[in-house]
């Protein structure tokens, strides 16, 4: 709101709002980028589907199912902490981000069905960790898999999507990984503890990267996904750039007298890529 008796908004609070909402914009078109059309970041009635959904529609590109290091159900309890049951959970520390599939129960979390779902664990025993989310449904899910990427199996992982990318393809000097945040935490935590190239626990931020090829964070990822493709591969469109450094203010005052700024930011855009056979992509 703007103070009573104030006639103008102060440049410096003008300037600071907009580079507040052009960070907004930014973020927003990054996750609008890869996951497509989610929530209310942006007013728009058309479809659009992100990078990820049109990799996994593709019928070209080369997609690996996440089985390295998962784990086979053996229960998900219907409760406000939602324990798993497994075998072991060695493999597993509090903290993971664990995916799951394949659950033959209609167990259900905010409403929506658990299969394809990511949860950041707390391991309890031997054999139970528990979602940190609230499980519900009528049935008591007694199979199904759990999908995780982690410091464990994390060199694994990368080095099955790197056999699997074509010679040209990753040898290419745009080539690289798109991994999202928690992996690439876990990734670090390997090279520390195994004291590989950075040193154990090292200090400073530290470019990644697998075999000299670039691991690039996503903010925006699914979790336990990975994609691996050139950058020339991959197409973002729009009319004018200068649409997504622009925008508009305008002091309610005048119109309806409420005590109000309001912003707007108008922008075209659109995302692909060309060569699907040359896309590889793990998930579970």
């Given at each position: 709101?703007?103070?009573?008796?104030?006639?103008?908004?102060?440049?410096?609070?003008?300037?600071?709002?907009?580079?507040?909402?052009?960070?907004?914009?930014?973020?927003?078109?990054?996750?609008?980028?890869?996951?497509?059309?989610?929530?209310?970041?942006?007013?728009?009635?058309?479809?659009?589907?992100?990078?990820?959904?049109?990799?996994?529609?593709?019928?070209?590109?080369?997609?690996?199912?996440?089985?390295?290091?998962?784990?086979?159900?053996?229960?998900?309890?219907?409760?406000?902490?939602?324990?798993?049951?497994?075998?072991?959970?060695?493999?597993?520390?509090?903290?993971?981000?664990?995916?799951?599939?394949?659950?033959?129960?209609?167990?259900?979390?905010?409403?929506?069905?658990?299969?394809?779902?990511?949860?950041?664990?707390?391991?309890?025993?031997?054999?139970?960790?528990?979602?940190?989310?609230?499980?519900?449904?009528?049935?008591?899910?007694?199979?199904?898999?759990?999908?995780?990427?982690?410091?464990?199996?994390?060199?694994?992982?990368?080095?099955?999507?790197?056999?699997?990318?074509?010679?040209?393809?990753?040898?290419?000097?745009?080539?690289?990984?798109?991994?999202?945040?928690?992996?690439?935490?876990?990734?670090?935590?390997?090279?520390?503890?195994?004291?590989?190239?950075?040193?154990?626990?090292?200090?400073?931020?530290?470019?990644?990267?697998?075999?000299?090829k670039a691991l690039?964070?996503?903010?925006?990822?699914?979790?336990?996904?990975?994609?691996?493709?050139?950058?020339?591969?991959?197409?973002?469109?729009?009319?004018?750039?200068?649409?997504?450094?622009?925008?508009?203010?305008?002091?309610?005052?005048?119109?309806?007298?409420?005590?109000?700024?309001?912003?707007?930011?108008?922008?075209?855009?659109?995302?692909n890529f060309a060569?699907?056979?040359?896309?590889?992509?793990?998930r579970p």
């Amino acid at each position: 709101n703007v103070g009573s008796g104030k006639e103008n908004i102060p440049t410096d609070l003008a300037q600071f709002l907009i580079a507040r909402m052009n960070a907004k914009i930014n973020a927003g078109i990054d996750k609008l980028i890869w996951q497509g059309k989610k929530g209310s970041e942006f007013n728009f009635s058309a479809g659009f589907d992100g990078l990820l959904k049109l990799i996994e529609s593709d019928i070209d590109t080369l997609k690996l199912n996440a089985s390295i290091g998962s784990l086979a159900i053996q229960g998900i309890s219907i409760a406000s902490n939602g324990v798993v049951t497994v075998a072991s959970t060695a493999t597993l520390k509090t903290g993971d981000y664990v995916t799951i599939t394949g659950a033959n129960a209609n167990t259900r979390v905010g409403g929506i069905g658990i299969n394809g779902q990511s949860f950041r664990i707390t391991v309890v025993n031997a054999s139970t960790f528990q979602l940190n989310a609230k499980t519900t449904g009528t049935a008591t899910a007694t199979a199904g898999t759990v999908h995780m990427l982690n410091a464990g199996n994390v060199i694994e992982v990368l080095t099955a999507i790197y056999n699997a990318c074509p010679d040209k393809v990753k040898h290419a000097d745009d080539f690289f990984l798109a991994i999202p945040m928690h992996i690439a935490d876990a990734y670090r935590l390997n090279l520390a503890a195994n004291s590989t190239g950075l040193g154990a626990y090292f200090t400073g931020e530290k470019p990644l990267n697998f075999l000299g090829k670039a691991l690039i964070e996503m903010p925006y990822f699914n979790h336990n996904t990975i994609v691996a493709v050139r950058k020339s591969n991959l197409f973002f469109g729009t009319d004018l750039l200068s649409d997504f450094n622009s925008v508009q203010v305008v002091d309610m005052r005048a119109s309806t007298a409420d005590q109000k700024v309001r912003y707007r930011s108008n922008f075209a855009v659109d995302v692909n890529f060309a060569f699907g056979g040359e896309i590889v992509v793990y998930r579970p």
